[in-house]
């Protein structure tokens, strides 16, 4: 004991004895955590750490029981729900809120208890559900919503657990973006729309410019193909060869090509009435029967679609063909076919056609042109020939003739009996030779026998005979008769086919040539009494034929008789063309 009668250490008046701290809510929650504190003390912090959580999250909290009674929530849910505390929620339900008032979809209590049945139901919880929610302020905002079960420790479900969050803005976000990506979309789906025209217009561009190429390029082959067809027809000089160059060139610009060239061959100075058609393909002349189409185009200009019928002539592939004319001046010369295998010929397709036509018109009048040249030179050259003759060797003939007829008389009257002989022989010999020049210069000039009457032509063929064989031959032609230019022409030359084979063949000493008017008309006849021949047996070496069809020409009847070692007879009659309405004596 001290001095002051206490026991133990002394005590400093001045010292304060120790205070003990209190702990703060952290250390609690760590000494909760460590199981330090038991009862209600570990309750009471257990109760203050999930209340400081649960009101300091942004999430609302709520729990009910399995009748979807609520039993509580954090101060987030209060607000919502438009209470004061948590405490207030207690024994409600969703319909005593704003909510669960609210009629439509997503919204309800029916809707909010479905949620509930099914995580009671199945123990399973549900995440992210997305509710439209009315709030006490009467604003409408958009949770979304996780519902956990609740069980006991036997693991039995005893109610559930809610957390939820505004999700408004997001979702007013999350649309707004959706419309930008929508409008986005949209725009690029116009954008493609109107490249998609954009690049359809370049392809129609391309496309047509590449055709516009291909037919430049055609063109330009078929230009070449058209010039090297038109140098090769200038080089030509004959219409078998111009035809051949020209539908060998077009068909080397169409495929499938079948080419022929109509020509009307009738000679505009004949006096023939059925105007001849030739037929000329790549290689010359062809039997091809096509006068059909020459005449439904005369007359007509243009093209001319061929029918079924022509192109089954031309040949069976061909589907298609277009005739041109071959116009040469303002006549029509011809027709120029082209036939394809392809389904048409369009009249595009035929514009090489048209100039090839052209090519062969102009190329084939000149040929005929370069012909009538050459035969009109030849006549001229003749007719010249046949007037040297005249005036240089037939006057000199006749001259001959009438010293030596002459001479027949002086010699006969000084009684020299061989030198008689020798005249008179000489006197025929000089008529004759002058009645075979006079033949000859009706062949170098044909317009003479129209000049000449009949009398005088078969007189001068009867001479001739004379002088070229020691027989007669008597001519009996009036001398007034009066014969058209295409019956003289026949009688005379059937005349001097007749008297050339007498004097080839028959051996006679005596032709008689006699032309008479009868009833029946004109008649010809010539007889001979050479050794004459079974009639059939050389009816062409005769040259028969060739005189039945002079006769034919002139519409007059031939006909020949002979026997054997008797003689010839050739009898032409030439009916006489009386007027309508006239009669015989």
């Keep these: 004991m001290n001095e002051q009668g206490h026991t133990g250490s002394p005590v400093d008046p001045k010292v304060e004895p120790p205070v003990r701290a209190v702990p703060n809510a952290l250390e609690l929650f760590a000494a909760l955590l460590r199981d330090e504190l038991t009862g209600g003390e570990a309750l009471q912090v257990s109760q203050q750490m999930f209340t400081l959580v649960a009101d300091n999250i942004p999430q609302a909290i709520f729990w009910k029981d399995l009748d979807s009674i609520y039993l509580g929530g954090n101060q987030r849910f209060a607000d919502y729900a438009g209470v004061s505390s948590a405490k207030d929620l207690i024994g409600l339900c969703d319909s005593d809120f704003p909510w669960g008032r609210e009629p439509g979809d997503m919204t309800g209590r029916v809707w909010f208890r479905d949620w509930d049945k099914r995580v009671i139901s199945t123990g399973k919880p549900l995440f992210d559900i997305e509710e439209r929610l009315r709030l006490a302020d009467g604003s409408l905002i958009w949770i979304e919503t996780t519902k956990v079960p609740l069980k006991d420790l036997e693991g039995t479900v005893v109610g559930i657990l809610g957390v939820f969050s505004d999700v408004t803005d997001r979702r007013a976000a999350a649309q707004k973006l959706q ?21 359809a217009n370049l392809q129609a561009e391309v496309d047509r410019r590449r055709l516009i190429e291909e037919q430049e390029r055609r ?31 077009l068909g080397r610009i169409f495929k499938g090509f079948h080419g022929y060239v109509l020509l009307d061959e009738n000679d505009e100075a004949s006096d023939d009435s059925v105007s001849p058609h030739v037929v000329y393909g790549v290689e010359g002349i062809i039997d091809i029967d096509l006068t059909g189409v020459i005449e439904r185009l005369d007359g007509q200009s243009g093209v001319l679609n061929l029918r079924a019928s022509d192109l089954e002539k031309i040949d069976f592939e061909v589907r298609a063909g277009v005739a041109v004319p071959l116009v040469a001046g303002d006549r029509l010369i011809g027709v120029l076919l082209a036939a394809t295998h392809a389904e048409k010929m369009d009249v595009a397709d035929a514009a090489p056609i048209l100039i090839g036509a052209d090519i062969a018109a102009a190329a084939i009048a000149n040929c005929r042109l370069l012909e009538t040249t050459r035969h009109m030179a030849v006549i001229e050259e003749r007719q010249r020939l046949a007037r040297d003759l005249h005036d240089s060797v037939s006057q000199t003939l006749w001259t001959a003739c009438l010293v030596a007829h002459s001479m027949v008389g002086s010699v006969g009257i000084e009684g020299d009996e061989q030198l008689s002989d020798n005249v008179e022989r000489l006197d025929t010999l000089t008529r004759g030779a002058l009645a075979e020049m006079r033949t000859l210069l009706l062949e170098l000039r044909p317009s003479a026998i129209a000049e000449s009457s009949l009398a005088e032509l078969l007189g001068q063929l009867g001479t001739a005979f004379e002088s070229r064989k020691r027989a007669s031959c008597i001519v009996e032609v009036p001398d007034d008769l009066e014969v058209g230019v295409g019956t003289k022409e026949a009688f005379y030359r059937i005349t001097q086919e007749a008297i050339n084979n007498v004097i080839r063949h028959a051996g006679a000493t005596r032709v008689v040539v006699g032309v008479s ?18 009639v059939g047996s050389v009816t062409e070496h005769l040259g028969i034929s060739i005189m039945r069809e002079r006769a034919a020409a002139v519409g007059a009847h031939f006909e020949v008789a002979s026997t054997p070692g008797v003689g010839t007879t050739v009898t032409v009659v030439q009916p006489i063309q009386r007027p309508v309405g006239s009669h015989d004596e």
């Design 179 to 199: 419309h930008t990506l929508n409008d986005l979309d949209g725009r690029v789906q116009q954008r493609t729309r109107e490249l998609s025209r954009v690049n």
């Design 219 to 249: 063109q330009r082959s078929e230009a070449e193909i058209l010039r090297d067809l038109a140098a090769g027809v200038v080089r030509s000089l004959d219409v078998a060869d111009v035809v051949g160059h020209v539908l060998s060139g």
């Design 517 to 534: 008017e009868r009833a029946c008309g004109l008649v010809l006849v010539i007889h001979d009494d050479g050794a004459g021949f079974r």
